[in-house]
């Protein structure tokens, strides 16, 4: 069983970049690394790795992805593979809510549906919600006026202790979302 600490995970975007970037928990609870892996393709490929595990190599080379985000020619979305399941298309994944095309849903591993808003200038920028509309993750850039700090961004993706469980897919249904956003594809 694991220690609760009665507050979110607050996975501090080292880097700010979306195809390279480390997601530490300012407690040292949880750590991702999302990395582009395809050399420079015209096809990117980027990969979710969970870096939280002790017992397995620090090299994320040597470790099983969480998520593979294969995107199409020019960036645009291509297909997604969460765990072991099958590639699956990106547009089917992050399906469409209403007719707002910056906000979209997906199901995640635990058979819940959760959605993704974006509100370009709003704190947070990003806005994760489950099916009964409780805030489960945010992402939100740096505030205005915040001084630089060596090795962060700024950026947290903040994720409800509850759904830690889950905060490699919200990484990874982000990743999309922001890449689909800055190259124009929503």
Not at 18 to 39: A, G, Q
Not at 40 to 58: E, F, I, K, N
Not at 126 to 155: F, I, M, R
Request: hydrophobic share 35%.
């Amino acid at each position: 069983m694991s220690t609760t600490f009665g507050m979110p995970f607050f996975l501090e975007d080292q880097s700010g970049d979306i195809e390279n970037s480390e997601f530490n928990d300012i407690y040292n609870r949880m750590r991702f690394s999302l990395r582009r892996t395809d050399n420079g393709s015209q096809h990117p490929v980027l990969m979710v790795y969970d870096m939280t595990s002790t017992s397995a190599s620090s090299r994320s080379d040597l470790r099983v992805p969480i998520a593979c985000l294969s995107f199409g020619a020019n960036n645009a979305l291509g297909t997604v593979k969460i765990q072991d399941g099958a590639h699956v298309d990106m547009n089917q994944y992050l399906g469409r809510v209403g007719r707002n095309p910056k906000a979209r849903k997906f199901i995640a591993h635990d058979g819940q549906e959760y959605r993704w808003t974006h509100r370009p200038g709003g704190d947070p920028e990003w806005q994760c919600v489950n099916a009964s509309g409780y805030e489960v993750a945010t992402y939100s850039l740096k505030p205005d006026g915040e001084p630089h700090y060596a090795n962060s961004s700024g950026c947290v993706l903040t994720v409800e202790e509850a759904y830690g469980h889950l905060a490699g897919e919200f990484l990874a249904s982000l990743t999309i979302l922001r890449h689909a956003v800055k190259y124009n594809y929503l």
